[in-house]
């Protein structure tokens, strides 16, 4: 174990080999394993992803890994918050049932990438996984690298820890689904598609504001003036559907929440909203601007449509979404 990781009464494992080691034994204990895959920066969302895997598992293992990439170029991955000894501190007062974390999967970005990376795609080289005809719609529209760099670091990872189960929140809703489709198409068995799960989201309990470990960007006044109208517009989008309206005028409500709140503001805060969007779950494609509940019921016999959307407070980029209809078909657990 290196001399540079912090004390913990949790083991930590930085490398591969250690880490196997230890699931090895696991294994002749048969022991499940549940994981749950964090950048650090821990914070209310993602303790309720470890609650559920110690309530649902004999062990649960945790990675913290700030994957580079997942950043382009021009992104945050230099100031992204790096916060391990508190994250081990948070970690160390969980319990459950009588079960606490087990392990932290703590790898170094040499031990994740043997071949070296780089954050521009052109310049890298070695192995990446990429779910084709996924990663360009919604958030892919704006980080068209993203989910190849998600899907790469996330199939690692699950070839390290060999889970049983795994944990993701609803907050990044497409990741999380990609995830699923990916497990299922490369066929694998640690975990297997059905045995990934999709956590609500956690929120603000006064504002509603979706957790994020970006969140730590925020002003006071950001986070609690601005930042909640994301979710304000995607509510408003949800009841205009939920009342009968096209999509074309559930996205203007959300739009007119949004501008509502830039006028309130003025200058103090610099509100921009990046997208307000309706998609398919299956497929992520794009609802059809005329298409209304209605419509989307008698055409996809129940089947749950997405509505999310990302907006920029001051330089921070904030997602949310929320999912309309029979979200458990999803792996969305209650």
């Not at 079960?99 to 071949?115: C, D, K, N």
């Not at 969140?215 to 939920?242: G, Q, T, V």
């Amino acid at each position: 174990m290196s001399s540079e990781l912090p004390q913990s009464s949790i083991p930590l494992f930085p490398t591969v080999g250690s880490y196997r080691e230890w699931r090895r034994r696991a294994y002749d204990q048969k022991k499940s394993v549940g994981f749950v895959a964090t950048m650090g920066a821990l914070h209310e969302g993602h303790l309720l992803l470890v609650r559920r895997s110690l309530a649902e598992n004999d062990l649960t293992v945790l990675s913290i890994f700030v994957n580079p990439a997942q950043f382009a170029p021009h992104e945050d991955l230099a100031t992204y918050p790096r916060t391990l000894p508190r994250d081990l501190e948070l970690l160390s007062t969980l319990s459950v049932s009588g079960r606490s974390p087990a392990a932290v999967f703590v790898p170094t970005v040499s031990e994740m990438y043997p071949s070296g990376i780089v954050q521009s795609v052109d310049q890298q080289k070695g192995t990446f996984v990429e779910v084709k005809g996924y990663g360009h719609q919604m958030e892919g529209r704006t980080r068209p690298t993203f989910f190849r760099g998600v899907a790469t670091v996330v199939t690692k990872l699950f070839n390290v820890i060999e889970p049983t189960r795994t944990y993701f929140g609803q907050k990044d809703i497409q990741q999380a689904l990609l995830l699923r489709r990916m497990t299922r198409d490369l066929l694998l068995s640690h975990p297997e598609p059905e045995n990934l799960f999709i956590v609500p989201t956690a929120r603000d309990p006064k504002t509603s504001l979706a957790l994020s470990s970006r969140n730590a960007y925020l002003s006071d006044h950001e986070r609690e003036k601005a930042a909640p109208a994301l979710y304000a517009a995607l509510d408003a989008a949800k009841s205009a559907w939920e009342a009968g309206a096209p999509k074309v005028e559930c996205i203007s409500r959300a739009q007119a929440v949004v501008e509502q709140k830039k006028a309130e503001l003025g200058d103090s805060v610099d509100l921009r909203l990046d997208y307000i969007e309706m998609n398919d779950p299956e497929t992520f494609d794009e609802l059809d601007a005329g298409t209304s509940r209605a419509d989307w019921e008698a055409e996809r016999e129940g089947r749950p449509l997405i509505i999310s959307g990302a907006m920029y407070v001051g330089k921070t980029r904030l997602i949310d979404n929320v999912v309309v209809g029979a979200r458990r078909t999803l792996g969305i657990v209650d």
